[in-house]
């Protein structure tokens, strides 16, 4: 059977976070989680002109509490209970913050651990015949992003040039296929390419800015700079089931590399489908969806 959803398509991939891991969880009542929130909004955002009006909590989780600010809603505060997480979606904006389908980052607070970030209202509509062919090409763009960057010393670790010659990390079970993906990858986008990926795709966090039909893809905080844009193919295929407008793995693989391409890419498809294969191979994922078929 095919995966249903994202998280089925990781299948084999995905590792557990062990029982206890989180050192100080947020509430999870709605009321308590407000209460926080109203806190930090008014403590370290409280200047800004979107963060104003009524709170309404969106989620309350022990990881993350979010709230739509404002009547209609201008803002979104997000708040986490993880200081990695919280580094990590920073670092996601440092690196892709710029893309157009991704929500404007309008401020953040190192003491709090706390995003405000731009409104998005208006779910998808995955009706049209070209919606599948919008998302892909939105995913692409996100990949593509770090290439319009001026990469900072900091960064620098995390091109494909460094990652390709550097030891394969702990979590890989087979270093010389996480390799040659890594080597595929660099083929396709140049070695100073700094590889994003993980995107928290759902048929929920595919949006429109409002009054545009363009689309944005919301909640990035899993985004990572150092697993390469295949893990987000990988569940598109899931992603598009769950949406009600499912399609074969092998056009969704070429939806992909026609989209890369206009962003700037020259994976070709024989170059796609080994370095599907190899990263299967790399990280134990149990399916390709049909995607190196």
């Not at 919280?86 to 710029?98: D, K, Q, T």
């Not at 405000?116 to 763009?141: G, Q, R, T």
């Not at 593509?144 to 550097?166: E, G, N, S």
């Not at 429109?208 to 987000?232: M, N, W």
Request: glycine share 6%; hydrophobic share 50%; aromatic share 4%.
């Amino acid at each position: 059977m095919l995966p249903a959803t994202a998280a089925e398509a990781l299948h084999g991939l995905i590792r557990v976070r062990p029982y206890g891991w989180l050192a100080s969880p947020l509430p999870t009542n709605p009321a308590a989680a407000a209460e926080r929130l109203h806190e930090v909004r008014d403590q370290d955002h409280a200047d800004h002109p979107a963060a104003g009006g009524p709170l309404e909590v969106l989620a309350a989780r022990a990881t993350a509490a979010v709230a739509a600010l404002g009547t209609p809603p201008t803002a979104v505060l997000k708040l986490h209970a993880d200081v990695g997480a919280y580094n990590a979606e920073l670092l996601a904006y440092a690196l892709v913050g710029h893309c157009p389908v991704l929500p404007r980052l309008l401020g953040a607070a190192d003491a709090s651990r706390s995003l405000l970030l731009e409104h998005l209202p208006d779910p998808f509509d995955w009706a049209p015949a070209d919606a599948p062919a919008a998302l892909v090409d939105a995913v692409a763009a996100v990949h593509a992003a770090p290439a319009h960057l001026d990469v900072a010393d900091a960064l620098a670790p995390f091109r494909l040039d460094r990652l390709t010659a550097a030891p394969a990390p702990a979590w890989i079970s087979d270093p010389d296929a996480w390799h040659t993906a890594l080597t595929l990858c660099s083929r396709a986008h140049g070695p100073m390419h700094i590889p994003v990926g993980h995107l928290d795709l759902k048929p929920e966090h595919v949006r429109h800015r409002g009054g545009d039909s363009a689309v944005c893809l919301i909640d990035i905080e899993t985004l990572r700079p150092d697993v390469t844009g295949l893990i987000d193919l990988i569940t598109l295929p899931a992603v598009l089931r769950q949406a009600g407008r499912p399609m074969a793995g092998p056009d969704v693989r070429e939806l992909y590399r026609a989209a890369t391409a206009r962003h700037g890419a020259t994976w070709t498809t024989t170059d796609l489908r080994a370095a599907l294969i190899a990263y299967q191979r790399a990280t134990g994922l149990a399916t390709l969806s049909g995607l190196a078929d």
